[in-house]
C-alpha cells in the first residue's frame, strides 16, 4: 500500500496546455519533495515544502503543500516537450522518504 | 552542489555472482545515505538506510545477507548482492543527505542498472 497517492498515473497533454498532478495522504509529513524522472537516470529533486500552506514557484511550475501538511499539488503552466518525465512526490517523516507512485507526464509538440 | 555518483551504471553478471555497487556523494558529507530499489514504470522502494560507522536499517522484507549494506566512510556507501539471481534485476539508486540538511533532501545517484542472467 503506497503511502502518498499520485494521481493522475499518466498524462498526455498538447504543448502549451496546463497540467495539474496531485498527491495525497492521510499521514502528516515534516516536508514534501518532488522530483522529475528521466528512463534510466535517478530522480532530480525539483523543490521542497515545510510549512503548511506553502505555495513555491519555479518558473513554469508551481508547487503547493496543503494546510495540514498531507498533501501537494504540482502544476505546470504552457507545457513543453521538455516538461516530459515521471514526477515523483516524496513525504518525509524520520529522515526517510516515502515516494508515491509517479505521475508519467508526455507532453506532445 | 550536492552531486551523488553511482557506479557502475550498468551491468550484467551471471546468476550466482556477487555484484558491488558504490555510492559517492562528491561535494557534501553524507551521515545517511539510502539504497532504493525501482522496478519498470513503478516508484522507488526504500531497501535500507545506511549510516557511516553503523549498521545499516533494513526495511522489511528485505534480506541483510541477501543485499550487505557498508557506509565506511561520510562520502561512501557500498551495496553488495550477494548470489545474484535473475530476479535480483532491477534498477538499484542511492540517495544521500548531507550532514547539516534540516529539510530531510536528499540527492540521488544516476542509479545502476543490474541484469542478472
Known amino acids: 500500500t503506497q503511502l502518498l497517492e499520485q494521481s493522475p498515473q499518466f498524462l498526455s497533454i498538447q504543448e502549451g496546455e496546463n497540467l495539474t498532478v496531485y498527491c495525497n495522504s492521510s499521514?502528516?509529513?515534516?516536508?514534501l519533495q518532488w522530483y522529475r524522472q528521466e528512463p534510466g537516470e535517478g530522480p532530480v529533486l525539483l523543490v521542497t515544502?515545510?510549512?503548511?500552506?506553502e505555495v513555491k514557484k519555479l518558473k513554469r511550475l508551481t508547487f503547493q503543500f496543503g494546510d495540514a501538511r498531507k498533501d501537494s499539488s504540482l502544476h505546470i503552466t504552457a507545457a513543453q516537450p521538455g516538461d516530459t518525465g515521471l514526477y515523483l512526490c516524496a513525504g518525509a517523516r524520520d529522515y526517510k522518504l516515502s515516494f508515491g507512485a509517479g505521475t508519467t507526464v508526455t507532453v506532445r509538440a | 552542489g550536492a552531486v551523488v555518483s553511482q557506479h557502475p551504471s550498468r551491468v550484467i553478471c551471471k546468476s550466482g555472482t556477487s555484484v558491488k555497487i558504490e555510492c559517492r556523494s562528491l561535494?557534501?558529507?553524507?551521515?545517511?545515505m539510502f539504497w532504493y530499489r525501482q522496478f519498470p514504470k513503478k516508484s522507488l522502494m526504500l531497501m535500507a538506510t545506511s549510516n557511516e560507522g553503523s549498521k545499516a536499517t533494513y526495511e522489511q522484507g528485505v534480506e541483510k545477507d541477501k543485499f550487505l549494506i557498508n557506509h565506511a566512510s561520510l562520502t561512501l556507501s557500498t551495496l553488495t548482492v550477494t548470489s545474484a539471481h535473475p530476479e535480483d534485476s532491477s534498477f538499484y539508486i542511492c540517495?544521500?543527505?548531507?550532514?547539516?540538511?534540516?529539510?530531510?533532501?536528499?540527492?540521488f545517484g544516476p542509479g545502476t542498472r543490474l541484469t542478472v542472467l
Open positions: 540517495s544521500a543527505r548531507e550532514e547539516r540538511e534540516t529539510c530531510n533532501e536528499q540527492f
Open positions: 515544502v515545510v510549512t503548511g500552506g
Open positions: 561535494d557534501f558529507q553524507a551521515t545517511t
Open positions: 499521514s502528516v509529513f515534516s516536508s
